[in-house]
């Protein structure tokens, strides 16, 4: 072990943050010089070499000659580098586009190609112009918009190379959805003033989109309508079906929920979750006095106007009620919360079609507020039983009060400030929808039975993702079940079922995993502390840290705990 261990992991942690400051995701937020990622396999080779030597380093210091907070620093970068270090021997079988551990099988898809083109449009909107070299950057930064989408059409052909084609439903959204991202680059490059779009500066520009941008989408359509690729594609779904996907697979879960499971016990967890929500259920039909099936309750409220909403606007409006009604109870049960303040808004058309919800965009340069960007299409005339459960997941107390907070934490190292952790962020999001119920947020029946139907949907993902990615499940097996047990409508059950089989696996899984975690934690320091315990020290314990691996948020209550009980 190394005699000078601090100043070791601090060379660690500031080596990790170097490279995490330039992933699309955290550069974004940084608001620094604009550029767009280099998805090549030399560059995630290149970034893997990086990862081993600073693991190398870290291998050399004691952690317990550390301060706390300091191993607890070196343990974030040690997890993020190792994550790094094995997207090498993964590149052809997942890939991490954003660069902060959403791995990605394909890339012309929603969750990958498409998520991070249209996470660019603020490094557009708010690059600098007026000086000749920031012209120039400007132009550089179009041209690479081609190149991107070239690297998009060279990775799906080295993995076709390899025997790994998308499958056929996965196919049929991509064709489409790249399309749709064709026509939506005119939008993206655009001089951000309009009075500037018709100048030599615009019609340079125009001429990239039409030179440059659009042949490199044509090309990559072009594959993906290719006979002999299409002719390759299999009718079967899943990571297993490929060379070497099955024992990846077992490694993403792992990665994902940042347990030591395999995916049959995943399975098995999800199998007990369901009877469980289930039986919640119809113990609230009961309640009530409705006397059909959980089903025709659901299509009881779908006829009620009062559950429905056609407009963006008033899909806005609906989602406002529940930041409303929670505003009051923030400071009762929280003390560390975030400053900037939090909305909704319409998902971009392009990304409509092939995402069933939407996502949450937190706070940057150019945007003061998380919003969470909902999509308006597949809401409207739908019934919106479930949308209170989705506010209180998305925005506060969810992913806006964890995210936005932690970028605001200036006690914590840049590293932490920007960690994206899955299994704590989707954990705190769903601990936060169980949350709000524990304080009488959903009061009418309707909102009860959303926030069920929102516990049955994402349950549902320990089941089919698991099943279709490792037990040998079909497509129609998994929609099948999502039909059955998810409340679903047929729509975002062709849209979820290609995001787990064909997309982002074993990525969600860790929602109720998550979840049930944080609440078993509470309750153990609820008994050790008794009387003295506040749920406020709780959730202090484990937002203030950032997001990390959740067998470390343990860790920090387990701290907390200790410290409150020695007064």
Not at 50 to 79: F, K, N
Request: hydrophobic share 45%.
């Amino acid at each position: 072990m190394r005699d000078d261990g601090a100043v070791v992991a601090q060379e660690v942690i500031d080596g990790v943050w170097q490279e995490l400051a330039r992933t699309p995701f955290v550069a974004l937020e940084l608001g620094g010089a604009p550029s767009l990622p280099d998805l090549s396999f030399e560059a995630t080779a290149a970034r893997a070499a990086l990862a081993r030597r600073l693991l190398a380093m870290a291998a050399e210091v004691d952690d317990a000659s550390l301060t706390p907070e300091l191993a607890l620093t070196l343990d974030v970068a040690r997890h993020r580098a190792s994550m790094w270090e094995r997207a090498e021997a993964w590149y052809w079988l997942v890939q991490d586009p954003l660069g902060v551990g959403f791995y990605a099988m394909f890339a012309p898809t929603a969750y990958s190609g498409a998520y991070l083109l249209g996470m660019l449009r603020p490094l557009f909107a708010r690059h600098p112009l007026g000086q000749a070299d920031e012209e120039a950057a400007y132009l550089a930064l179009v041209e690479d918009v081609g190149h991107l989408v070239d690297q998009f059409h060279d990775r799906t052909v080295g993995q076709w190379e390899r025997g790994i084609v998308m499958p056929r439903a996965q196919l049929d959204q991509a064709v489409p959805l790249m399309a749709r991202l064709r026509r939506s680059m005119a939008a993206l490059v655009a001089l951000p003033d309009e009075s500037a779009q018709g100048s030599a500066l615009g019609q340079r520009v125009d001429r990239i989109l039409a030179g440059r941008i659009e042949p490199a989408f044509d090309r990559l359509i072009g594959l993906l309508e290719d006979p002999r690729y299409r002719d390759a594609a299999p009718g079967a779904v899943g990571l297993a079906q490929y060379p070497g996907g099955a024992q990846l697979y077992r490694e993403l879960v792992v990665l994902h929920t940042t347990f030591d499971l395999d995916p049959e016990a995943v399975h098995r967890i999800g199998e007990k979750r369901m009877a469980r929500v289930e039986e919640q259920m119809q113990s609230l039909l009961e309640r009530i006095g409705f006397k059909g099936t959980p089903h025709a309750y659901l299509a009881a409220v779908a006829s009620d106007p009062a559950w429905r909403r056609d407009s963006a606007e008033e899909l806005s409006d609906f989602f406002r009620r529940y930041i409303e009604r929670i505003a009051p109870e923030i400071p009762i049960h929280f003390n560390f919360r975030p400053k900037a303040g939090h909305d909704v808004a319409a998902l971009p058309e392009a990304q409509s079609g092939s995402m069933t919800f939407g996502f949450y965009d937190p706070p940057k340069p150019g945007q003061p507020q998380g919003l969470y960007r909902f999509n308006a299409q597949n809401l409207a005339g739908a019934p919106l039983a479930n949308v209170a459960a989705l506010n209180f997941h998305e925005l506060v107390p969810g992913h806006h009060f964890h995210i936005a907070s932690q970028r605001e934490n200036a006690s914590l190292h840049p590293l932490r400030q920007h960690s994206f952790v899955n299994a704590f962020n989707e954990a705190w999001a769903e601990y936060a929808a169980t949350f709000a119920g524990e304080i009488g947020m959903y009061q009418a029946p309707e909102e009860q039975f959303g926030r069920l139907m929102m516990d049955a949907f994402l349950t549902c993902r320990l089941v089919v993702d698991t099943g279709m990615n490792a037990l040998g499940w079909s497509l129609e097996d998994g929609r099948a079940y999502l039909r059955s047990k998810g409340f679903m409508n047929e729509a975002e059950v062709a849209s979820e079922s290609v995001r787990y089989s064909c997309d982002l696996p074993a990525q969600s899984l860790a929602y109720k995993l998550g979840d049930d975690f944080l609440v078993e934690t509470r309750e153990v320091m609820r008994k050790e502390l008794g009387p003295r315990f506040d749920v406020r020290d709780f959730h202090d314990a484990v937002l203030s840290g950032g997001a990390m691996p959740l067998p470390m948020v343990a860790a920090n209550v387990r701290r907390a705990t200790a410290r409150l009980a020695a007064g």
